[in-house]
């Protein structure tokens, strides 16, 4: 598969922006450097970060047992699903399929770049439904869109079903991947030597706990990491950033053990829903957060406010009439949902 032919031209054309960093990354502690216009007083910030964040990739790179050439870093996930469809979508040409319902911020990213955004209707289990998927693949159609698990519906879309979706479509296949670190599925990641025009997204901003700082990654072929690190802005991950996520990195078993707690508070949230009589179904959940559709969801919504308890409000998205999606919280914070969710229960 030759990626360049599914880059656009005016990308492919393009002439990167060299940066400072660029033309000169050898980082000796005796140069003196004076080509960044940078304040030369040490405040631990004075200088630019690494444009691509090497020590932080490598980092990563040996986490996944990947080559760094195959990881290109932003500003959260949603930055690299802009940078992904400005490298391969033709504003008022190409378009974008996904599904319905799924993360909102496609359709966003889809109209501020100018690129049509189509969807196809999971089926009553929240799967894909792969003959009708692939039936509304057109000609324009540059880029699929894959949430797995899904937001807001938390199932996991079968192995299976990608495989015959990267298997028959022949532009450029995202999944999504947000939510990977609660599932017992493994990543797409290990499927990306079989599928040079496979892009798998993930963020520190769900399991890793670290929504703040904004990173997202990007794991591809070298070929799509080349393009997108052309159009990227040249220092899009902050020194901070780079700094804190490396931190994480390097205490990842900490981190594991948040993840099993979210797991079994999850099994445990579901069955709490199930009991309750207002509450019409709990969707089985691969994330760490749970669809249930009520009787009535603004009510429901409302009656949880007043006890001081936020979550989401779905009823208005396709598919998710009447539900609400909720967030996994810490032990104590599900303990007060519980009382409430029973509290309102007459
Ligand atoms: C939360 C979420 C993201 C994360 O976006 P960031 O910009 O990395 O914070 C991406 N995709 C989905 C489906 C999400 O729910």
């Not at 966003?108 to 999971?122: E, S």
């Not at 995202?174 to 290990?190: L, P, Q, R, T």
Request: net charge neutral; proline share 3%; aromatic share 8%.
């Amino acid at each position: 598969m030759n990626i360049n032919k599914l880059i656009r031209p005016s990308v492919l054309n393009l002439k990167k922006y060299s940066s400072a960093r660029d033309e000169f990354s050898d980082k000796k502690d005796d140069f003196q450097f004076m080509d960044a216009n940078e304040n030369p007083f040490d405040t631990e910030y004075n200088r630019y970060p690494d444009p691509y964040q090497k020590g932080l990739k490598k980092k990563l790179a040996d986490l996944k047992t990947i080559s760094d050439e195959n990881i290109v870093l932003g500003n959260g996930s949603d930055e690299i699903l802009d940078l992904i469809i400005r490298v391969f979508c033709e504003p008022q040409k190409d378009e974008i399929l996904s599904l319905s319902p799924s993360y909102g911020m496609y359709e966003v990213l889809a109209q501020i770049n100018n690129v049509t955004y189509k969807t196809c209707r999971l089926n009553s289990e929240f799967q894909l439904d792969v003959k009708a998927f692939l039936n509304e693949v057109s000609k324009n159609t540059k880029m699929l869109i894959l949430c797995s698990p899904n937001n807001p519906t938390g199932a996991l879309l079968q192995v299976a079903s990608i495989k015959k979706v990267l298997d028959d479509f022949k532009g450029i296949v995202v999944i999504d991947e947000a939510y990977i670190d609660f599932s017992a599925n493994s990543s797409f990641i290990n499927e990306l030597a079989h599928y040079e025009n496979l892009i798998v997204t993930q963020t520190f901003s769900k399991a890793a706990g670290l929504a703040g700082i904004r990173l997202g990654v990007c794991y591809a072929s070298q070929a799509i990491c080349k393009a997108i690190n052309k159009i990227k802005l040249p220092y899009n991950v902050n020194t901070l950033t780079q700094q804190k996520a490396l931190q994480f990195l390097e205490n990842i078993d900490k981190i594991k053990s948040q993840i099993e707690i979210i797991k079994s508070e999850r099994s445990v949230l579901f069955k709490v829903l199930e009991s309750l009589n207002y509450v019409e179904k709990v969707y089985p959940s691969d994330a760490n957060f749970i669809l249930v559709k009520v009787d009535d969801a603004n009510k429901r919504y409302q009656e949880l406010l007043n006890f001081g308890i936020v979550v989401r409000n779905r009823t208005n998205v396709e598919m998710c009439e009447n539900c609400l999606r909720i967030s996994v919280g810490n032990p104590q914070e599900n303990q007060k949902l519980i009382y409430v969710l029973k509290e309102i229960d007459r």
